[in-house]
């Protein structure tokens, strides 16, 4: 009977030490849990003041430099752009000469919306959307070349310097954070 007592005991104890335990480990997963929050809140913050800061030290004297060292950044393509060519408003667009004679174009317009202007009914005319030149280039190819530029790839302040080359440029704000570089090579 002895025998009896202490074994349920021991295994009272047991069970008692296991459930304090498990009460112990949900208190410190809801502190972990509470201190990565805080701490992801913070750097959030700390994040925003910083933009908000440079925001207001963001300098973009050339424009075309600009537009250079961020589809550089974004591609690894050492680009040698000479000349902003057009401004397009459909697609909303800034088109740029490269020194091979070749174009880039840099739009917030997507690649399959690009692809549908240059397959598009106004493919035979004159006067379509995109420039003729555009057509020759994509002409018997099946791939067109494009490349997103974003703050994870051309700079983490990218998004608050292409609004500004933007309206420098182009002369109306930028409504994306993001943009697409298309590449026209020379005939």
């Known amino acids: 009977m002895l025998e009896v007592v202490l074994a349920v005991s021991v295994l009272a104890a047991v ?3 296991g459930v304090l335990i498990s009460i ?3 208190r410190q997963r809801k502190a972990i849990e509470q201190l990565r929050e805080d701490l992801h809140g913070w750097a959030l913050r ?7 800061t440079a925001s207001r030290e963001i300098q973009i004297v050339d424009p075309l ?6 589809a550089q950044k974004a591609t690894g393509v050492a680009w040698d752009l000479r000349a902003i060519a057009k401004v397009l408003d459909n697609p909303e667009a800034i088109v740029v000469t490269a020194s091979d004679g070749g174009y880039l174009m840099f739009s917030p317009v997507q690649p399959s919306q690009v692809k549908k202007l240059l397959k598009g009914p106004h493919r035979r005319t004159k006067t379509g959307p995109l420039p003729s030149e555009f057509r020759m280039a994509t002409r018997g190819r099946t791939k067109m ?8 790839n051309a700079g983490i302040f990218f998004d608050l310097e ?10 109306r704000p930028l ?10 090579p020379a005939s």
């Open 24 to 26: 112990g480990n949900e």
């Open 65 to 70: 430099a600009w537009l250079n060292a961020a």
């Open 145 to 152: 070349e494009s490349y997103e530029l974003s703050a994870l």
């Open 15 to 17: 069970v008692v030490v």
């Open 162 to 171: 292409a609004e500004r080359v933007w309206r420098m440029v182009a002369d």
């Open 175 to 184: 409504n994306s954070n993001r943009l697409w570089l298309y590449e026209f």
């Open 46 to 52: 700390d994040l925003e003041i910083k933009r908000e």
